[in-house]
T-cell receptor, first 115, second 114 residues
Framework: GESVGLHLPTLSVQEGDNSIINCAYSNSASDYFIWYKQESGKGPQFIIDIRSNMDKRQGQRVTVLLNKTVKHLSLQIAATQPGDSAVYFCAENGELTGGGNKLTFGTGTQLKVEL | GAGVSQSPSNKVTEKGKDVELRCDPISGHTALYWYRQRLGQGLEFLIY????????KSGLPSDRFSAERTGESVSTLTIQRTQQEDSAVYLCASSSLDSLDEAFFGQGTRLTVV
């Protein structure tokens, strides 16, 4: 079956450095991806999304890159702060009957920001 | 309330007992999702409700799992004859018809089956 997965389970970065979190997907028909941030004890929170007709999308301190050739996307966080410490999930968005979206999540990457 | 609310926050139950988990979506959100998150893993889709349409139950792992939703309001997820492998965080999310792509999650219910 199709899957969405992450390369690294844990990423440690120094405060102020840039962070890069990677995600591989296997369904070549996937056309929409979302990055979520999940802090301890909380539900996932939407960060940024990207559609397959784009290679790059920027938000506030975050950038998502999509490489359809190798079915890979990444989340870049500029000037990482302690508040960025969380688990980051990429999710593949597939359509459901009646509209709406079935989000297929990867395992996640734990980002740890060291002071 | 302003966000998706789930209750209880934590639930410890004995193997074989039934449990019922509750989700109050954001007011006006027509779509509601249930997900399961095992320790250290990503989220598994369980079920999706959209308005008065028939729910998409394709993610329910067994017939011990069921969910109900009345109109566009509260939803309950029921697990019958709980097993230890049911231990997980159960997350609920809702989204509006205008923005089905962005789902807002509750804080989850942590279920522990002993």
């Amino acid at each position: 079956g199709e899957s969405v997965g992450l390369h690294l389970p844990t990423l440690s970065v120094q405060e102020g450095d840039n962070s890069i979190i990677n995600c591989a997907y296997s369904n070549s028909a996937s056309d929409y991806f979302i990055w979520y941030k999940q802090e301890s004890g909380k539900g996932p929170q939407f960060i940024i999304d990207i559609r397959s007709n784009m290679d790059k999308r920027q938000g506030q301190r975050v950038t998502v890159l999509l490489n359809k050739t190798v079915k890979h996307l990444s989340l870049q966080i500029a000037a990482t702060q302690p508040g960025d410490s969380a688990v980051y999930f990429c999710a593949e968005n597939g359509e459901l009957t009646g509209g709406g979206n079935k989000l297929t999540f990867g395992t996640g990457t734990q980002l740890k920001v060291e002071l | 309330g302003a966000g998706v609310s789930q209750s209880p926050s934590n639930k410890v139950t004995e193997k074989g007992k039934d449990v019922e988990l509750r989700c109050d979506p954001i007011s006006g959100h027509t779509a509601l999702y249930w997900y399961r998150q095992r320790l250290g893993q990503g989220l598994e889709f369980l079920i999706y409700f959209q308005g008065n349409s028939a729910p998409d139950k394709s993610g329910l792992p067994s017939d011990r799992f069921s969910a109900e939703r009345t109109g566009e309001s509260v939803s309950t997820l029921t697990i019958q004859r709980t097993q230890q492998e049911d231990s997980a965080v159960y997350l609920c999310a809702s989204s509006s018809l205008d923005s089905l792509d962005e789902a807002f999650f509750g804080q989850g219910t942590r279920l522990t089956v002993v």
